[in-house]
């Protein structure tokens, strides 16, 4: 594990991010993704958060934007992606952890995310199911997740509303 820097990101790292998403995702459906939720009204500035090498060079990212759990206002966490040479490095998990803690400074209280069970948990997310929280399409119930970013307010049940380029 490396230190990494994270930042959030600016519009001078569009195309730097969308390289990254491109390098690392295996469609480019999905490097799309991100630049479709950019322009997404779901957008947050501030939100979208890169980790950089001691060059500052950006080897990952990670995005929160906004959706909802039945009609409460929650974020969801997009692709998370790291160039594959920095993979497994620690980038990615950085840019998880640096965006989840722009979003408790912002006071924002839930985040959901639909991906793999055993990278996210570390990070606090737990079975959405077990909270009453579900989807509109069939996916593995270990794959769907949810995080209250404060211990305050639990999280709420409810059918997860994704933002339109989600497609879901």
Do not use: K
Not at 44 to 57: P, Y
Not at 92 to 104: H, I, N, P, T, Y
Not at 105 to 116: A, D, I, S, T
């Amino acid at each position: 594990m490396r230190n990494w820097i994270t930042r959030a990101e600016t519009g001078a790292d569009i195309p730097t991010v969308h390289a990254v998403n491109a390098a690392a995702f295996d469609t480019p459906a999905e490097a799309d993704l991100v630049d479709a939720l950019r322009a997404d009204p779901a957008w947050i500035d501030g939100l979208s958060v890169v980790t950089t090498d001691g060059s500052g060079t950006v080897v990952g990212h990670a995005l929160l934007t906004r959706c909802h759990i039945g009609d409460v206002p929650a974020l969801c966490l997009a692709p998370v992606a790291v160039l594959p040479a920095h993979q497994r490095t620690g980038a990615g998990s950085a840019a998880v952890r640096a965006a989840l803690d722009a979003a408790r400074e912002r006071g924002e209280r839930y985040v959901v995310v639909l991906g793999h069970p055993g990278y996210y948990p570390r990070f606090g997310f737990t079975r959405a199911s077990t909270h009453g929280i579900g989807l509109t399409i069939d996916v593995p119930d270990a794959a769907v997740m949810a995080l209250a970013l404060d211990a305050d307010h639990p999280l709420p049940a409810g059918t997860v509303r994704y933002p339109a380029p989600f497609g879901i």
